[in-house]
């Protein structure tokens, strides 16, 4: 999934029922259906979608807007710093 794809993503995107997760405004204005594993819930989604806005540089106050938190400390639980930002950050 691209980055403005998840941006533009509504919660009836997600099809539950089907673990269908629907890209309705996708490259080039095309609609996609990406299938999601049992696993897959809107929380993954929400997570997921905040770590590939950190690891493209999106800065964090950002990603706690676009999820709706009123304190960053809320977008610190979803938004880990994963082994591989820890290692640029060495180098």
Known sequence: MRIGEALALDVGDLDPTQHLLIIRRGK????RVLPLRES?????VRHTTAMHLLRSGVDITTIAAWLGHADLSTTHAYVQIDLRM???ALT
């Not at 080039?28 to 609609?31: A, E, L, P, Q, S």
């Not at 897959?40 to 993954?44: A, D, G, I, K, R």
Request: no cysteine; glycine share 8%.
């Open 86 to 88: 820890k290692q640029q």
């Open 28 to 31: 080039f204005g095309k609609t």
């Open 40 to 44: 897959t819930t809107p929380h993954v």
